[in-house]
């Protein structure tokens, strides 16, 4: 090999030898740096953000009337076929839902049918605690949709929390405001 081709080759060697120094110092770097593990569900809890889309709600009006028209925009613009409605007219002749479900097993969690929503009666939430062992139980009914939890303007950060399995398992909090949790991850 020329004089040129030697002097090419050693560079080479030290680019790639730098690049190995860097990734061995990463690795190290986080071997000894504080590990960071979220106690979920023990004793911490993630509060998601506004934008957040988790479990599905059914909203009221001022009057308390249910929002929702039953056009089933929802069910129609639903990828997975998940949102039934049946529609009935009330004693005033407004078009109500007789029975609205979600499938929620089949969600996507795409946020479609809140989109879709010609009312402004269905949004999806915060909420992300209802896994089940059962199928059927995630089928979820009109009554239940207007009960759920609404989008709180809080979130983004992680609570103090606890486990309760007296009844059903729930992880409970009181605090509506999370702290920067993500701070204590070391990023570089
Ligand atoms: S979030 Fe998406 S997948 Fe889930 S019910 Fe709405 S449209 Fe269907
Ligand atoms: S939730 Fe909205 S889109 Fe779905 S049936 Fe009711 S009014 Fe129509």
Redesign the pocket.
């Given at each position: 090999m020329s004089h040129a081709g030697n002097r090419v080759g050693t560079w080479i060697g030290w680019v790639f030898f730098a690049d190995l120094a860097n990734a061995l110092a990463l690795t190290f770097g986080y071997m000894f740096s504080k590990s960071v593990t979220m106690q979920y569900p023990d004793k911490e809890k993630w509060l998601p953000y506004a934008r957040y889309r988790g479990h599905h709600f059914?909203k009221r009006d001022d009057q308390g009337e249910i929002k929702?028209?039953?056009?089933?925009?929802?069910?129609r613009i639903c990828p997975c076929y998940c949102i039934e409605?049946v529609p009935y007219e009330d004693e005033k002749g407004n078009r109500r839902?007789a029975k609205f479900e979600i499938d929620t097993a089949r969600c996507l969690f795409c946020g479609l049918?809140e989109d879709?929503?010609?009312?402004d009666?269905?949004a999806l939430g915060q909420q992300y605690e209802f896994s089940s062992f059962s199928s059927p139980d995630l089928v979820i009914g009109r009554d239940d949709l207007l009960a759920k939890p609404g989008k709180a303007m809080t979130g983004g950060g992680v609570v103090a929390a606890h486990l309760n399995t007296d009844g059903d398992v729930l992880v409970e909090t009181s605090e509506l405001q999370g702290y920067n949790w993500w701070r204590n991850i070391r990023r570089t």
């Open positions: 059914l929702c028209v039953a056009c089933e925009l929802c069910a409605v839902p049918c879709a929503c010609p009312a009666a269905i």
